[in-house]
């Protein structure tokens, strides 16, 4: 049995998948948290993944691996490979100006046409503006500028600081190979969600990152979805790696006319396609997906957490949660949640709070509220999913995914929002899934075809009444 191991550096965690590179299914697995904040050193992230490793009980007998990882975050490296500062996440909202800054500079068009999206405060470009404005003194020290994937990957390759440590079979030893900054890699899919790269012509637009870092700096080498980044100091090959929403979409073989809607620490609406999109109003992220196709996507800064903060509210775990919504009819008698807990990101609102509409003596019950939260969290993404169909995108039905999916309250209420009809995988680790097809890709030179098993299929039950409220109070 060949091996491969996918690995998930997310917000909040690092998953790795071992896998059999036949079938897909997961022989072993291991998690490791990551620190809470908006901002973060990336060895943690480093010392989480080799926490994840141990506690997988190691790679023994795996002959690849790749990492997916989140997106957009910014890590900044000087001439000897240290990281300069802290990586800004994409949930980091201080660089909303500069993300206005620059369109006004280049102009929204301009920038649709040129990467395929509009820069928002999760974008990569915006925060290398920030630095440039708000930390200079670090911005003129900057010689290579990386994602998370592509720091991780870089890693485990043994490329490093002198006298950081690195993997060799399953053993931490030092950096063998030093801070070789030109080794720096990525894939489209991650690349796109920079700011200044176009998934279109695969190439880097030099201009918008001089404009907005105030110089020229050295990017990581942009890799094939079939091609190996290179090996581990041990001899393990090492795939390109992906963004997190494009390995979930490998994981999940999704094709034409699936839309996965995903509800983790952010929430996202994202399809595989043929043909890149252009979305000048910048609702829609015209992203490349892993396996060298496009990859259209909506994200919202509020999803899981969400659910989380009411829960704690009425004093109720999650299924409790659910339970109590279901006991609410559709629309939660009139009482509406606009969720921007954390600001938002589509709507473009990184200030923005959140909301409780509709309140009187008869909707202000705990069963509305618990109600009003699941359905808040749709609508929005059912906004972002209108926005991707406008772009002719294809919906024949709703791949909905993340660890909330599972609840029966959820897949309901997600049928009476979508009116695309509604399918929920079995729970599994997309991300890690992803990566893993993608290690397998890279060893074999062929991608693989992993089954994907259904655990629900609410029925169709679509409500006009809740978006229709919804909207009715929308900024």
């Known amino acids: 049995m060949t091996l491969v191991a996918g690995i998930d550096s997310s917000t909040q965690s690092c998953k790795i998948v071992i896998s059999d590179a036949a079938t897909g299914i997961v022989v072993r697995r291991g998690r490791a948290a990551h620190p809470v904040g908006t901002e973060v050193n990336p060895a943690a992230w480093w010392d989480a993944l080799q926490a994840a490793i141990v506690d997988a009980g190691g790679l023994g007998g795996v002959s690849a691996i ?42 929204a068009v301009q920038f649709a046409q040129r990467t395929g999206s509009l820069p928002v405060a999760s974008f990569t470009i915006t925060k290398l503006r920030w630095l440039r404005d708000a930390e200079p003194e670090n911005a003129a020290r900057v010689a290579a500028v990386a994602l998370p994937h592509d720091w991780l990957t870089w890693r485990l390759r043994g490329y490093g600081p002198a006298g950081d440590s690195t993997l060799t079979g399953g053993t931490l030893t030092g950096s063998p190979l030093g801070p070789v900054l030109t080794e720096l890699t990525t894939d489209r899919s991650d690349a796109s969600g920079t700011g200044y790269f176009s998934s279109v012509t695969n190439d880097y637009d030099r201009d918008l990152l001089t404009r907005a870092l105030g110089h020229d700096a050295i990017l990581p080498r942009v890799r094939g979805a079939e091609e190996p980044a290179g090996t581990t100091p041990g001899g393990l090959i090492v795939g390109a790696g992906a963004g997190d929403n494009a390995a979930a979409a490998l994981g999940l073989g999704a094709s034409a006319g699936d839309i996965i809607v995903s509800i983790g620490t952010s929430g996202t609406v994202f399809a595989v396609t043929d043909q890149p ?50 006991d609410a009819t559709p629309g939660a008698d009139g009482l509406v949640l606009q969720p921007y807990f954390e ?19 008869g909707s202000t019950t705990r069963p509305n509220l618990a109600r009003a939260a699941i359905e808040g969290l749709f609508c929005g993404l059912a906004n972002g999913l209108d926005a991707v169909l406008a772009l002719g995108v294809r919906a024949d039905r709703i791949l909905l995914i993340g660890g909330a999916a599972q609840n029966p309250a959820v897949q309901a209420i997600a049928a009476q929002v979508f009116d695309v009809p509604v399918f929920v995988p079995t729970p599994g680790e997309y991300v890690a899934d992803g990566a893993a097809a993608q290690a397998a890709w890279a060893h074999s030179g062929a991608r693989p075809s992993w089954s994907v098993s259904l655990a629900g299929r609410p029925a169709p039950d679509f409500h006009p009444v809740i978006r229709a409220q919804y909207a009715a109070h929308r900024i």
């Open 66 to 107: 790749s990492v997916a990882a989140q997106q957009h975050g910014m890590v900044v490296l000087d001439a000897d490979g240290n990281v300069i500062r802290p990586a800004l996440l994409w949930n980091d909202t201080r660089s909303a100006a500069a993300a206005t800054d620059l369109i006004s500079e280049v102009g």
């Open 343 to 361: 600001g938002e990101r589509t709507p473009n609102l990184p200030d923005a709070t959140a909301s409780l509409f509709g309140m009187t003596l």
């Open 277 to 326: 999109t252009t979305d000048a109003t910048g609702t829609v992220a015209g992203f490349a997906d892993a396996s060298g196709r496009f990859l259209p996507l909506v994200a919202t800064l509020n999803a899981a957490r969400v659910l989380d903060s009411v829960s704690d509210l009425l004093g109720v775990d999650f299924d409790g949660l659910g339970r109590l919504a279901l």
